[in-house]
């Protein structure tokens, strides 16, 4: 299978908390992107990170890829409100299209 | 437009009919998908068109479901003989379609319901 598996399924932390979120994957990859879905609809393309890059940050958002260990993690700094979602990791291979797991549901208590 | 637009947003539809989505990716994105979401649950891919061409329809659950695209743009996902299991939102997205810059861009989707 293309697609990641993020874990866990669920998260529920307090705002200004920071949450982690992993990611595994089984195939060999050109890059990893990652996604947030707010209320079931409206998908966004949150940060993407190519194979031969270990880390990346953009704004409270830090990405880092192992793809000795096909895995990736998504930590959310000083959590908000609003940052509650779905957020799901995408393996692009480069052969086939973009798959997309279960994802992991974060709730941030206010 | 500036993003990828779907219409409509919301169909009610009666058990048995035949229904129409509509996506207009964004100008110059050569690959748009077609994703299939029911309540609760992950993305369900259905779709995938490089240009006007299809080359993974791996996802579409079964003949009912059918899918074209005209002029590298607009694509039209087509249910026939509805079913209720056929409820969900209906996702779109489209991508520049290069090896390197390949990041979605999603429309609000179609929500499907089946009566």
């Known amino acids: 299978s293309q697609q990641g598996e993020e874990d866990p399924q669920a998260l529920s932390i307090q705002e200004g908390e920071n949450a982690t979120m992993n990611c595994s994957y089984k195939t060999s990859i050109n890059n990893l992107q990652w996604y947030r879905q707010n209320s079931g609809r409206g998908l966004v393309h949150l940060i993407l990170i190519r194979s031969n890059e270990r880390e990346k940050h953009s704004g409270r958002l830090r990405v880092t890829l192992d793809t000795s260990k096909k895995s990736s993690s998504l930590l959310i700094t000083a959590s908000r409100a609003a940052d509650t979602a779905s957020y799901f990791c995408?393996?692009?291979?480069?052969?086939?299209?973009?798959?997309f797991g279960s994802g992991t549901r974060l709730q941030v208590q206010p | 437009g500036a993003g990828v637009s779907q219409s409509p947003s919301n169909k009610v539809t009666e058990k048995g009919k035949d229904v129409e989505l509509r996506c207009d990716p964004i100008s110059g994105h050569t690959a748009l998908y077609w994703y299939r979401q029911r309540l609760g649950q992950g993305l369900e891919f259905l779709i995938y068109f490089q240009g006007n061409s299809a080359p993974d329809k791996s996802g579409l659950p079964s003949d009912r479901f059918s899918a074209e695209r005209t002029g590298e743009s607009v694509s039209t996902l087509t249910i026939q003989r509805t079913q209720q299991e056929d409820s969900a939102v209906y996702l779109c997205a489209s991508s520049l379609g290069n090896r390197v810059e390949t990041e979605a861009f999603f429309g609000q989707g179609t929500r499907l319901t089946v009566v």
């Open positions: 995408v393996p692009d291979t480069g052969r086939r299209a973009l798959t």
